[in-house]
């Protein structure tokens, strides 16, 4: 029998393999096993300094059992060639209290195939902590005669980024430090300068850091967690193929697997044959996805340091089954904004609504998180929401709002109701709203950020609020 070779099917067909062999979950959960055997070193190498997974991929690679508790969000999109930004949404200034107290943190991220390191590691951070440098001699001029100056350099790791792109960052640098500078965020006086460090799985000896008095600044360790292989893949003689970045984009192939769901479960999974796996993924999802309604909050809500407590943030999942209005954290009474669209919404505590006068203490919305349902979120949602905070408000109470996620449209909802109804001192207005503009939202964005820096309206959300404060009051009334 004649065989034609078809070079164009053949090709094909390789691409099909490889594409599964990306996308499998057995090799993806068994890449990150070996993954954070590696982190675990590096841990044990600075057990004193405080681990933070970058937020997302990075939480696939860092045992909740050593984790500091504390969210970093460093996004590699600011490190983009082109794209370099410090970011007044994700600014992580919560960090620096701790890298004080702690001399030091490291964070955890990982790459796909293609580079040793991250953007949000090579680029990011060294961009953050360069401009925080340079804030901090604007607002403490003094620190440029301290003994041994103040290293405000840009230091980024040799061989992940051209001195070309590192002058050009630089040149940013002055414009983003005054920016920072001139916010409404307080930034903690910085005892020495912040400096990136990078170590990789191709890391031959740790850095050793300097300690006590003998340290010049404050380490800030970026590990890079996957080892670079050629093409993303090597096959291992453990009967898995490595996959080199595995924790990015698990909604790919994670089958809706989630790093908290991994680390709960992982001996099962690890445990579990190739097979097997897939099923056994399947059944810990759909169960993860039957709520278990506590009779208490699992975590409490935020509240806006700025306007003293009178309006909160929280998240929908960890609210109790029945909302009473009162919160343990709150002198005050509490109504809530409850925004979801997947979770069954909690009722009102009825004991406790017998007690308050109508309305409701509650106002329950329902909205996909997301570009999805926007032009309901501006023209519905937006809408009745401000006109209950309003009411509440006007009523002495605090105002709590929640979303899926807490950090999306709960923001953007609270986004609003400080706009119109605090001044820009952050006292709460008796009549008539304070003109908004780009600066005055942004700077109650910052307030927002500044207490729950979790906090990450997306780019659209963001958009329809500015679209809302920005446009005739007669459409608010809507």
Known sequence: ?????????????????????????????????????????????????PMLPNMRCGAWYVDPA???????????????????????????????????????LVLVDSTRAGKRIPD????????????????????????????GGWDAELYCPPGAVSEQERSQMMARLDEWADALAKSSYSLPDLPRPLRPIWITPATSVYP???????LQYIPVVCVSASRQVYDGVERRSL???????????????GMGLTPSLFWEHKDALMDSDREALPSLVANLVTEAKVLHHSNVWTTLPTPVAAVGGQ?????VSDMPSGLAPVLPIMNDPVSYVVVSSTMPLPE??????????????????????????????LQHVLP????????????????????????????????????????????????????????SIRTRLQWIIASRPQANPSRVTLKRVNEFLLSSPAFRRR
Not at 131 to 147: C, D, G, W, Y
Not at 208 to 214: H, P
Request: charged share 25%.
């Open 311 to 315: 309006v909160l943030v929280g998240r």
């Open 66 to 104: 050593i984790v500091t508790n504390e969210p970093a969000y460093f996004k590699s999109t600011d490190g983009h060639f082109g794209n370099w930004s410090f970011n007044l949404r994700r600014p992580n200034l919560h960090l620096l209290p701790l890298a004080v107290a702690q001399r030091g």
């Open 1 to 49: 029998m004649d065989f034609q070779y078809d070079p164009k099917r053949a090709n094909a067909e390789a691409l099909e393999y490889v594409r599964k062999e990306l996308l499998d979950v057995f090799n993806r959960l068994h890449s990150i096993l070996e993954d954070v055997r590696f982190v675990d070193q590096v841990h044990n190498a600075y057990p004193e300094l």
């Open 239 to 253: 009967g898995f193929s490595y996959v080199q970045g595995s924790g990015d984009d698990h909604e790919l192939w």
């Open 120 to 147: 949000a590691l090579s680029k990011t951070v060294p961009i953050w902590c360069a401009v925080i440098n340079r804030a901090m001699l604007r607002l403490h001029p003094e620190k440029a005669e301290s003994r």
């Open 384 to 439: 009745a929401s401000t006109r209950f905070i309003k009411e509440r408000l006007a009523r002495g109470d605090a105002v709590c709002v929640c979303c899926d996620t807490g950090r999306d449209a709960s923001v953007g909802i609270a986004l609003a109701a400080l706009q119109l109804f605090f001044n820009d001192n952050g006292k709460l207005l008796d009549h008539a709203a304070t003109i908004a503009n780009k600066e």
């Open 348 to 377: 009102p505590d009825s004991a406790s609504e017998i007690k308050r006068n109508s309305p409701s203490h509650l106002l329950r919305l329902q909205l996909a998180e997301g570009k999805k349902d926007q032009i309901h979120f």
């Open 208 to 214: 050793r850091l300097q300690s006590g008095d003998q």
